[in-house]
């Protein structure tokens, strides 16, 4: 086994039965029915509404995660202590919500039972996080937790002042500024919520409606696996907002179908990983990551999900046009006839699973918050499913659903409560400014140069990290150094966004390209260089949209659609030049000058633009039309 492996596996997830998976059930279930209830009814405070939800949810990964990759059928009495432990430290939180409401921070000092309490939830949350998230980034807060309490020991500028255990404690625990802070909010409100219809959608076979639909428009062109892979996993990517869940269900299919008819295995993962990270970038669903965006900015989610439209259609044009070429290049076939589902029996069967996710796009363009959204896209999931005997949910059903949402919130929790622990550590030592200090000291005051090295670092921040985590890092720690470059808001956000997103392909973690290895039985860093060779297009498109806010639709219907066109062929040019072929190979240097074109074309320059274009058109009309193929041996 890989240290790799060793470092950012994850414990293994029981199969729990008898009775010890029934009151796990009953758990998961319940944490569900209470997510609803508190999103729409109840009238408890926020601080109440989060501790009791994460103490639950604490209590239910330590019962469905081991602690080691060692198979085990049932808990273990260790787990049911730490389960039990759980409950009984959210309920003396619980009980004191009131009192940790109205304190004051650093002044009303902590009893003796609250300092037991804030380092029990401590322990357990790293022990949990170790178990569903990975060592990984349990190593990470773990050294920012000795930072804090440690960081004075350190000299210069990286040095703070002394922290003393108790100011640690208060202000992780008993504030909004650590543990319960925005990254758990969300993660017990809108990730939670659209994690349900994703699943009620999934249960009640939406899922393999938009397969079929893949299938059927793309099935027989050349490549029709790989195409099938990118629009599906895009499609059920847009409600899971997990690329590694993404894969994991998805490539389950697509991959084994994709090696079957020729494609070498690293070529199907990736492929599958490509397709399955770009599903957290596309509007409506985005992943938890872009919630905990709207509430960190303060941005409406509707106007971050418009803003993302076009940025995720040059997402997989790239991706859609290399699989075609690759295809093409190498001869591969699309699916036999009896395997192609006909397109107007898979819409006439299916065509009504659409109804949720125009509900959901119309209740967010409405003004409803992101949670009243969900809800709204589940009652017309149940309504759909109802039409038909064959997708109808009964009670069953339903409490399964149920469970099964709890449980795939595991370890996105896990990683929101990272995040927390990370945001308090940074609220006390000012690291953030400290930060920005770091990226000024290597870039000086240049633009470009400042945006590349926060690109950088916010792939090197997600490196083996769900992207919630690593977009919670990077917009604490990188964010200010966009503001002060003066770059707006929401494209800094964005740009921070994709990034994080990205890492989850990026070697030499690529956490998504391990979770294809184990399908595709390929090596998982040859999965992830060929998934970034895939994607290239998608490391490119945030410095597009940054430096052209056009793209974000904020502009003049001109600009936004001149825009997007010239993005279009900036980014199929890119496309073009990595794959080195259209209709026959392309020498390197005419590869490199397409690629140029395709850049410069990218840029808010349109005498820059125009250029460019006609470069990249005159090289074109040269190799395809001016100068003829070698005859075939």
């Not at 619980?94 to 004051?104: E, G, P, S």
């Not at 219809?197 to 409606?209: V, Y």
């Not at 992830?528 to 806010?549: C, E, H, W, Y």
């Not at 320059?605 to 005159?618: D, N, P, R, Y």
Request: proline letters at 6%.
């Amino acid at each position: 086994m890989s240290f790799l492996s060793i470092a950012f596996d994850t414990g293994n997830r029981r199969q729990l039965s008898g009775l010890p998976g029934r009151l796990a059930q009953f758990l998961g279930a319940s944490i569900s029915v209470w997510v609803l209830y508190s999103a729409t009814l109840s009238r408890l405070d926020v601080l109440s509404i989060t501790i009791s939800f994460y103490s639950a949810m604490l209590a239910l990964s330590f019962l469905y995660i081991a602690p080691t990759k060692t198979v085990e059928e049932a808990p273990r009495h260790l787990d049911w202590c730490l389960s039990i432990i759980s409950l009984v430290v959210g309920s003396y939180f619980l009980w004191n919500a009131d009192l940790i409401a109205q304190r004051i921070t650093l002044f009303d000092p902590l009893t003796l039972y609250d300092s037991c309490a804030a380092i029990a939830i401590i322990l357990l949350t790293i022990e949990a996080m170790r178990r569903s998230v990975g060592l990984g980034l349990t190593v990470i807060v773990l050294l920012f937790i000795a930072y804090n309490l440690f960081g004075h020991v350190i000299p210069g500028a990286f040095g703070h002042g002394h922290i003393e255990l108790s100011h640690f404690l208060d202000v992780s625990i008993f504030t909004t500024d650590g543990l319960f802070g925005v990254p758990l909010r969300v993660a017990g409100t809108y990730a939670f919520l659209f994690v349900l219809f994703g699943s009620a959608l999934e249960r009640c076979r939406g899922s393999e409606f938009f397969f079929d639909l893949a299938s059927a428009l793309t099935g027989k062109s050349a490549g029709g696996p790989a195409k099938i892979a990118v629009i599906s996993s895009g499609l059920y990517g847009t409600i899971s907002g997990s690329p590694t869940s993404d894969v994991v269900t998805t490539g389950a299919i697509t991959i084994p179908i994709m090696k079957r008819l020729g494609y070498r295995p690293s070529f199907a993962g990736a492929v599958e990983v490509a397709a399955s990270t770009g599903g957290s970038l596309l509007p409506p669903v985005m992943g938890a990551a872009a919630f905990i965006m709207a509430e960190y900015t303060g941005i409406p989610y509707r106007d971050i999900a418009l803003a993302a439209i076009i940025p995720a259609i040059l997402f997989y044009l790239p991706i859609y046009l290399q699989v075609h070429l690759r295809a093409v290049k190498t001869g591969l076939q699309g699916l036999r006839p009896d395997e192609i589902p006909n397109l107007f029996t898979t819409l006439s069967n299916g065509w009504l699973f659409i109804v949720p996710l125009i509900a959901i796009s119309w209740s967010l363009l409405d003004g409803y918050t992101p949670a009243y959204s969900a809800v709204y896209g589940l009652m017309a999931v149940f309504a759909v499913s109802m039409l038909k005997s064959a997708t109808r949910l009964d009670p069953k059903a339903i409490y399964e659903t149920l469970a099964v949402a709890a449980t795939r919130m595991i370890p996105v929790v896990g990683a929101c409560a990272a995040a927390g622990l990370v945001i308090g550590g940074i609220t006390m030592t000012g690291l953030a400014s400290k930060f920005s200090y770091l990226v000024f000291a290597i870039a000086g005051d240049n633009l470009y140069l400042s945006v590349c090295v926060a690109a950088a670092v916010t792939l090197l921040l997600g490196l083996g990290m769900p992207t919630p985590s690593a977009y919670i890092l990077a917009a604490v720690l990188i964010s200010p150094v966009l503001y002060d470059l003066g770059l707006p808001t929401l494209p800094s956000q964005l740009f921070l966004f994709y990034f994080a997103v990205m890492s989850a392909l990026t070697p030499p973690v690529a956490v998504a390209a391990y979770a294809a290895s184990a399908i595709a039985n390929a090596n998982p860093l040859e999965i992830a260089v060929n998934a970034v060779k895939i994607s290239v297009g998608a490391f490119v498109v945030p410095f597009a949209f940054l430096f052209n806010n056009a793209l974000l639709l904020d502009g003049t219907p001109t600009e936004i659609v001149f825009s997007f066109v010239f993005a279009c062929f900036g980014i199929g040019c890119l496309a073009i030049a990595v794959e080195a072929y259209i209709i026959r190979p392309l020498k390197p240097w005419v590869a490199l000058i397409l690629a140029g074109s395709g850049l410069l074309m990218l840029v808010p320059v349109w005498q820059i633009v125009v250029c460019a274009a006609g470069v990249a058109g005159l090289i074109i009309i040269y190799e395809i039309v001016g100068s003829r193929p070698k005859a075939a041996r």
